[in-house]
């Protein structure tokens, strides 16, 4: 069963802060998040491991509630760069990752 | 930087005919997957491999599907007997071995099924 992300699309002015969230029904080892540009491969920002262990780029920040399994990403300061379609994908411990729907995000000048 | 690469970055293929998906995994990295993900929608895991054998399959990875590491830095991707609905991009992925299992997602092959 897939995570939920939400929202489903987000408009910012640039400088402006999003969130984007992810919650899955199963119990999670971690989650993973993604950005992909049209017609490019996804990216991978960050991964948010079960018992806190974190491992990412410096400029992005996320949660992972263990006991909720949910997870949020925090997009502060955007830029014009931050544009493009976020997934979470979510780990049970079986390695492959089920992925959300993706929330687009549009930064604009 | 390492990175995963793919090879072709586009594939036009009548239905019917089979066709071969590579990858090369970044070097270190142990743990191979194969994603694909159809025009507009979510990726889908089709299929996992370590230590030479499939260690996870998606409901989508059938009989028409199967992979190889025919030697030590390719990984590949087959499929037979293509439908339209196989038209999609393929990402092939790779992670280590430790606990963390970052993936690094290469940067795909189109498949376009006529």
């Known amino acids: 069963q897939q995570p939920v992300q939400s929202p489903q699309a987000v408009i910012l002015r640039e400088g402006e802060d999003a969130v984007i969230n992810c919650s899955s029904s199963?119990?999670?080892?971690?989650v993973h998040w993604y950005r992909q540009k049209h017609g490019e491969a996804p990216v991978f920002l960050m991964i948010l491991l079960k018992g806190g262990e974190q491992k990412g780029h410096e400029k992005i920040s996320a949660s992972f509630n263990e006991k909720k399994q949910q997870s949020s990403l925090y997009l502060t300061a955007s830029q014009l760069s931050y544009s493009g379609t976020y997934f979470c994908g979510t780990d049970t411990g079986r390695r492959a990752l089920t992925f959300g729907s993706g929330t687009r995000l549009q930064v604009q000048p | 930087e390492p990175e995963v690469t793919q090879t072709p970055s586009h594939q036009v293929t009548q239905m019917g005919q089979e066709v071969i998906l590579r990858c090369v995994p970044i070097s270190n990295h142990l743990y191979f997957y194969w994603y694909r993900q159809i025009l507009g929608q979510k990726v889908e895991f089709l299929v996992s491999?370590?230590?030479?054998?499939?260690?996870?399959k998606s409901e989508i990875f059938d009989d028409q599907f199967s992979v190889e590491r025919p030697d030590g830095s390719n990984f590949t991707l087959k499929i037979r007997s293509t439908k339209l609905e196989d038209s999609a991009m393929y990402f092939c992925?790779?992670?280590?071995?430790?606990?963390?299992?970052?993936?690094?997602f290469g940067p795909g092959t189109r498949l376009t099924v006529t």
């Open positions: 199963k119990a999670l080892y971690s």
């Open positions: 491999f370590y230590n030479n054998e499939i260690s996870e």
């Open positions: 992925a790779s992670s280590e071995t430790s606990g963390v299992n970052e993936q690094y």
